[in-house]
C-alpha cells in the first residue's frame, strides 16, 4: 500500500525559498504515475500547484511557473518541491498525491493517493 | 481557466438522509471530474473519478453523476462519518488543474 510523506521547514521567511520533499513507500516512484503538489490555505479550498513524472516530465500551474520547480529522485523514491521568493499568501498546508497515468494521452487524472500534508507559514 | 463552482456552500442534513451536492464547470470536462471527502485536519481522500467511478475502497452509498458541465455527487443514506467538506476537481485541463470551493455537509 502506497505511503506518501511531506517533510521540510514549518516556517519561511518572506523572500526565501521553501523547499519540500515527499518520500514515497510501498510503490515504486517509477512505475506509471504522475505524481504532485497540491496546497490549501488556512481555511480555504484546495490549489494544483504540478505534477512531475519520473522522467522528469512536468507540468505547473500558470500562476506559479515562475516560482516553482519540481525534481524527482529515483534512487530514493522521493519528489521535491521548491518555491521561491514565498510571500505571505503562500502560507498553507502543502500536499503531495498520486495520480494515475492515462495511458491514452500521457498525462496525469485524478489524485488517488494523499500524503498527510505539512503546514508551512511564512513569516519573518 | 475551468472554474468548478459547488452548491450549495454548506448542506446540513441529517443522519439517514439523501444528500445531492452539485458542481458545474464553466466550459465542458467531459466526464473527467473527481470528487474528493475532507475532515479537519485530513487530507483529502478521493471517492469518484471520472465522473461516475467509485475509488477503492469506497461504500456504495456513495455515487457521482454527470458529463460535460453539470455534475452531481450523491450519498444515498448518510452515517455519521459522511459529515465532512467535500471538493470537486477537473482534469481535463492538463494545463491547470482545477477544484472547487467545497460544500460541507453537516449536521442538522
Known amino acids: 500500500q502506497v505511503q506518501l510523506q511531506e517533510s521540510g521547514p514549518g516556517l519561511v521567511k518572506p523572500s526565501d525559498t521553501l523547499s519540500l520533499t515527499c518520500a514515497v513507500s510501498g510503490y515504486s516512484i517509477s512505475s506509471s504515475n504522475w505524481w504532485g503538489w497540491i496546497r490549501q490555505s488556512p481555511g480555504k479550498g484546495l490549489e494544483w500547484i504540478g505534477y512531475i513524472y519520473h522522467s522528469g516530465s512536468t507540468q505547473y500551474n500558470p500562476s506559479l511557473k515562475r516560482r516553482v520547480t519540481m525534481s524527482v529522485d529515483t534512487s530514493k523514491n522521493q519528489f521535491s518541491l521548491i518555491l521561491s521568493s514565498v510571500i505571505a499568501v503562500d502560507t498553507a498546508v502543502y500536499y503531495c498525491?498520486?495520480?494515475?497515468?492515462?495511458?491514452?494521452?500521457?498525462?496525469?487524472?485524478?489524485?488517488?493517493?494523499w500524503g498527510q500534508g505539512t503546514l508551512v507559514t511564512v513569516s519573518s | 481557466e475551468i472554474v468548478l463552482t459547488q452548491s450549495p456552500a454548506t448542506l446540513s442534513l441529517s443522519p439517514g438522509e439523501r444528500a445531492t451536492l452539485s458542481c458545474r464547470a464553466s466550459q465542458s470536462v467531459d466526464i473527467q471530474l473527481a470528487w474528493y471527502q475532507q475532515k479537519p485536519g485530513q487530507a483529502p481522500r478521493l471517492l469518484i473519478h471520472d465522473a461516475s467511478n467509485r475509488a477503492t475502497g469506497i461504500p456504495a452509498r456513495f455515487s457521482g453523476s454527470g458529463s460535460g458541465t453539470d455534475f452531481t455527487l450523491t450519498i444515498s443514506s448518510l452515517q455519521p462519518e459522511d459529515f465532512a467538506t467535500y471538493y470537486c476537481q477537473q482534469y481535463y485541463s492538463t494545463l491547470l488543474y482545477t477544484f472547487g470551493q467545497g460544500t460541507k455537509l453537516e449536521i442538522k
Open positions: 498525491a498520486r495520480s494515475p497515468l492515462d495511458y491514452g494521452s500521457g498525462r496525469a487524472n485524478w489524485f488517488d493517493s
